[in-house]
């Protein structure tokens, strides 16, 4: 039995074949578009850690979370992010001592005073002054694995007088403080062979 189909003659068995073919194509397609979007997810995951699972959470889907995580990685890309002389290392290290001497007699100032620290670091480094999500966003695509410690500490730093921190609360953001520091006086290279080692 012969189907004509724009002017064409085929037989049942070719356009079975036909359809077959098409089936087999679209879910192949389907197939590699998938297996794309898991690489990229993966690759995301690695790169972001938990920064990561965060953007997830605050965007509500993958999809939205990669691509704000590409828009961070794009913007940070256009920055003229640099690494500290060895002279400004030092300054940025005594200073760090002086702050971390006076958490015993007065640890809130001792806490705000690492925030503002950190803050000094970032700028010096290149890294624009902003709001702290978009600092934290921009400081995440070489920093990700800092990135919970960074947020919590920060906010145990601004906390407002009424609710104020326990002791251990700002012991904890002082520690955190310092993990950040040490990240950010080291280049992202070294500090992805640190993490890999």
Same mark, same amino acid.
């Given at each position: 039995?012969? @189907? =004509?189909?724009?002017? @064409? ?27 794309? #979007? &898991?690489? &990229? ?10 920064? @990561? ?8 889907? %993958? &999809?939205?979370?990669? %691509? ?12 003229? *992010? /640099? ?18 001497? /006076? ?8 806490? %705000?005073?690492?925030?503002?620290? *950190? ?52 012991? %904890?953001?002082? *520690? =955190?403080? #310092? ?6 006086? =080291?280049?992202?290279? =070294? ?7």
């Amino acid at each position: 039995m012969n @189907y =004509q189909l724009m002017g @064409y003659n085929f037989t049942m068995i070719q356009l079975v074949v036909a359809a077959v073919v098409i089936v087999v194509l679209i879910l192949v397609a389907v197939g590699v578009y998938i297996h794309r #979007r &898991r690489e &990229r997810t993966s690759a995301f995951r690695n790169r972001f850690g938990s920064e @990561y699972d965060w953007a997830v959470m605050k965007h509500g889907s %993958t &999809r939205e979370a990669e %691509t704000k995580l590409a828009d961070r990685e794009n913007r940070v890309g256009a920055l003229n *992010i /640099r690494e500290l002389g060895a002279i400004e290392s030092e300054r940025f290290v005594t200073e760090w001592h002086m702050v971390q001497s /006076r958490f015993v007699d007065h640890p809130k100032l001792a806490v %705000t005073e690492a925030d503002d620290l *950190i803050n000094a670091l970032l700028e010096a480094r290149g890294y624009p002054h902003a709001s702290f999500e978009q600092r934290a966003a921009d400081v995440s695509v070489h920093y990700p694995r800092v990135m919970e410690n960074y947020r919590v500490a920060h906010s145990i730093a601004v906390r407002p007088g009424q609710v104020e921190a326990t002791t251990e609360e700002l012991r %904890t953001a002082m *520690i =955190q403080y #310092r993990v950040i520091f040490d990240d950010l006086l =080291q280049a992202p290279k =070294q500090l992805e062979t640190r993490t890999a080692a």
